[in-house]
């Protein structure tokens, strides 16, 4: 499952910081997912939830925020921001196009990672 191994990187991460603090508790994670990673919020909180129980990240709040995906051109260079269509949803696949010369020759720059950007602790 794809959320899930998110789900547990992200707790690893949040776990790793919150030690570093000599923390006892998790309380909120502020993630950043880029769009083009095809993450589900919804399965990520069920995900998280699972990957979180019995730790000191259990009842952790999730608040997500989603990038927009970005583009380079290998033609022109320049930079697009794509979104998902449809189609893409469902198979996971997608060739983005240009905005700007409509070459399909294009690498994706942002959109792909999920990052963990502070976590809310209790010491
Ligand atoms: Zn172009």
Redesign the pocket.
């Known amino acids: 499952m794809h959320e899930f191994s998110f789900a547990y990187n992200i707790f690893k991460v949040a776990e790793a910081t919150a030690l570093k603090y000599n923390a006892t508790k998790i309380t909120e994670v502020y993630l950043e997912i880029g769009e083009l990673t095809l993450i589900v919020p919804e399965l990520l909180r069920q995900s998280f939830k699972m990957a979180t129980h019995g730790s000191i990240a259990e009842d952790a709040e999730l608040k997500i925020d989603i990038t927009p995906g970005k583009i380079k051109?290998r033609?022109?260079?320049?930079i697009s921001t794509v979104t998902l269509n449809e189609e893409a949803q469902l198979t996971g696949l997608q060739l983005f196009q240009?905005r700007?010369?409509?070459?399909k020759n294009?690498e994706i720059v942002e959109g792909k990672k999920a990052n963990v950007k502070n976590i809310k602790i209790q010491d």
Do not use: L, P, R, V
């Open positions: 051109c033609d022109c260079g320049n240009c700007h010369c409509q070459s294009t």
